[in-house]
Nanobody, 121 residues
Framework: QVQLVESGGGLVQAGGSLNLSCAASGSIFRVNVMGWYRQAPGKLRELVAT???????TYADSVKGRFTISRDNAKNTMYLQMNSLKPEDTAVYYCNANVITQSGYWGSDYWGQGTQVTVAS
């Protein structure tokens, strides 16, 4: 089985920064694309950013130029550096990863439990 554990959330003032981490563990052969999603109260979960195994990235328009996604393949860990945070960035942030397990052939999607990010105005 595979587990994803996020960390780094918290309360920050508008204009501040936070760095989220997502560590994948378990019976992993390879972690393919990884991504960050977020869900604000009363809203649907939305994509924030993705990164492939080779490091190719995509971002939601709302975070371009402020957030940076990265990963360390040796550690099966992904990061999200969030700068110039705004109150509208307040949400629970979820880690997602497509993982090929030691016993598998095709990748399967896994989710973390989420970490709260609150940006005070």
């Amino acid at each position: 089985q595979v587990q994803l554990v996020e960390s780094g959330g918290g309360l920050v003032q508008a204009g501040g920064s936070l760095n989220l981490s997502c560590a994948a563990s378990g019976s992993i052969f390879r972690v393919n694309v990884m991504g960050w999603y977020r869900q604000a109260p009363g809203k649907l979960r939305e994509l924030v950013a993705t990164i492939t195994y080779g490091g190719r990235t995509t971002y939601a328009d709302s975070v371009k130029g402020r957030f940076t996604i990265s990963r360390d393949n040796a550690k099966n860990t992904m990061y999200l550096q969030m700068n110039s945070l705004k109150p509208e960035d307040t949400a629970v942030y979820y880690c997602n990863a497509n993982v090929i397990t030691q016993s598998g052939y095709w990748g399967s999607d896994y989710w973390g439990q989420g970490t709260q990010v609150t940006v005070a105005s």
